[in-house]
């Protein structure tokens, strides 16, 4: 797999040309459908798979729907989803503060992060053909 953030074809890099590339990826953190395209198109026109490498956890449903619904892309990897504890005195999060991440914590309070939680979970079932929680 390409592990790179983006692949833009010819006109920029030569990663569609290396033939020992199984899937291509990108990295997304704002709506940038014409990068999406390229991307994807880019891969199919060389008979390989496209994923999203890493996304915003602050994507909606619609995105999601968007994704869901394009055959030429093949999956969608989170960043970031920490634990809500490790080890620490309850109630304490891990700080990370990219503004991109996620908490895990079951039952907890913060109603935005939980709703935010379900959407993506909902989302990665849908993409495996399975009933959403």
């Given amino acids: 797999m390409n592990g790179s953030d983006e692949c833009l074809g010819g006109n920029v890099s030569n990663d569609f040309a290396v033939t020992t590339v199984d899937t291509h990826s990108a990295h997304f953190y704002w709506n940038d459908t014409q990068r999406l395209i390229s991307g994807y198109s880019g891969a199919k026109n060389v008979g390989k798979g496209y994923i999203i490498g890493e996304y915003s956890s602050n994507f909606g449903e619609e995105w999601f729907r ?42 907890g309070s913060d109603t935005q992060n939980n709703k935010q939680v379900l959407i993506i979970a909902n989302h990665h079932r849908r993409m495996r053909k399975l009933p959403e929680i």
Avoid: M
């Avoid at 809500?84 to 990219?98: S, V």
């Fill in 66 to 107: 968007g994704i869901e619904s394009n055959p030429n892309i093949h999956g969608t990897l989170v960043w970031l989803f920490y634990p809500h504890d490790n080890g620490l005195p309850t109630g304490n999060r891990i700080p990370h503060n990219d503004g991109f991440t996620l908490y895990y914590e079951p039952g």
